[in-house]
């Protein structure tokens, strides 16, 4: 014996003495393995000596004077649930039934005691011990990576709480700052130069921008948390889409941009949370401004929709830089923004806007989808439901 590796200790469960004894000589003729012993001859004994020996392998006599072996196996995970050591079966009985049986009841193996030798003892047992082996390998790798899991769940809760207390902490005293740069705008507090008046109205920009991120980071943290729910009621689509527009066209104008809307006439009535598709719509329109150079044009159409007979296609066409293919399918990601090796990042936005337009069409069952080509434009559209007397969301 050579005793390289690490010995072996196998649990011998027979009642007879001798094919105890058998089973040692056998495996002491295997040069390349050393291995420890002990016996059991009863079951009660075996379960016994498996808690207190702990061994590597079992090798189990089916018919034992108090147990046969399959209630020895149903006893084993109950005797020591935190060890757990294949089982070979050996029997002087071989039917086909007993194999299924007593395999299915968590033998690894069976060897029949008629055709029992040292090489098929060794190798069976060489067999169960390094299966044995890798199952635990594996399940210590599970458990670490649900432990893992569980504390990036636990961090990632933490963050989600921080940045939505940050932004409400944030978002109060900005509309305070906000409130009082128009009043002074406005002239309620005297009057103002033309530069004063350039500057603060740059002042109110960079408010307004502010605010906007800290509503998508609200949006993004209720989305996760399932918080952000919709309430839909029955709404004319053309009133609010062109209300919309026309509060836009400031904006398009400021950018030298063409605002114009298409809108079917006679268009049913759909079922939709006005103050959310609003923002849908708002937050495309933004874009579409941010995103389409000076004398550029942006329209917004809203007409039948050609895929779903009970929708309603709304869609937001600029004829701006567009998008190029290889970024489309990633737009809608979170936090994702296009690299361009112009813009030195004075786009600003927080990567957060179209995430949350996808997320409200969805609750609103619907699909935002885009098609664009660099320098052709893009286009966003998304579908909502008619009004059904009915439907309800
Ligand atoms: P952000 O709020 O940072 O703009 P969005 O989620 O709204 O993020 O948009 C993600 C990216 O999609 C933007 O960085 C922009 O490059 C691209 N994008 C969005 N709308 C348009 C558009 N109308 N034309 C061209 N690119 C657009």
């Known amino acids: 014996m050579n005793g390289s590796r690490t010995p072996i200790r196998i649990l011998i469960v027979e009642d007879d003495p001798w094919f105890q004894e058998f089973y040692r000589r056998l495996l002491k003729q295997d040069t390349a393995q050393e291995y420890v012993f002990v016996s059991a001859s009863s079951g009660q004994e075996g379960l016994e000596k498996y808690v207190s020996e702990r061994p590597d392998c079992v090798l189990l006599d089916y018919k034992l004077p108090d147990l046969n072996g ?92 921080f940045y939505h207390t940050l932004s409400h902490e944030l978002k109060t005293p ?75 066209k400031p904006l398009a104008e400021r950018n030298g941009i063409s605002l114009e809307n298409e809108i079917k006439n006679e268009l049913p009535d759909v079922y939709i949370d006005e103050q959310r598709i609003t923002q849908v719509l708002t937050n495309l329109l933004t874009n579409a401004f941010k995103f389409t150079e000076n004398g550029g044009q942006v329209r917004v159409t809203v007409g039948d929709s050609a895929e779903a007979a009970d929708s309603v296609l709304i869609s937001v066409v600029d004829n701006g830089r567009g998008i190029e293919a290889d970024q489309l399918p990633h737009i809608f990601d979170r936090l994702y923004q296009v690299k361009r090796s112009d813009s030195h990042g004075e786009e600003g936005g927080l990567g957060l806007g179209l995430n949350i337009c996808k997320e409200l069409v969805a609750l609103h069952k619907g699909n935002l989808c885009v098609e664009s080509a660099p320098g052709a434009g893009s286009a966003f559209s998304f579908n909502v439901r008619k009004f059904t007397e009915t439907e309800y969301l």
């Open 70 to 161: 399959v209630e020895f196996l149903n006893s084993l995970s109950s005797a020591n649930p935190h060890h757990a050591a294949p089982v070979i079966m050996l029997t002087g009985e071989g039917s086909e039934e007993l194999v299924v049986e007593v395999l299915k009841s968590g033998a690894v193996d069976y060897v029949p005691k008629k055709v029992v030798s040292n090489r098929s003892l060794t190798r069976a047992i060489a067999n169960a011990v390094e299966k044995q082996e890798l199952r635990t390998a594996v399940e210590n790798k599970q458990r670490k990576l649900e432990q893992t899991n569980k504390q990036l769940l636990r961090k990632h809760e933490e963050i989600q709480r």
């Open 174 to 248: 900005l509309t305070g700052a906000a409130e009082f740069v128009s009043i002074v705008l406005d002239g309620l507090a005297g009057p103002l130069s033309e530069t004063q008046t350039e500057y603060l109205g740059l002042v109110k920009e960079a408010c307004d921008q502010m605010t906007r991120g800290l509503n998508d980071l609200l949006d993004a943290t209720r989305l996760d948390t399932g918080k952000l729910r919709i309430s839909p009621q029955r709404c004319a689509i053309d009133k609010l889409v062109s209300r919309i527009v026309m509060s836009m």
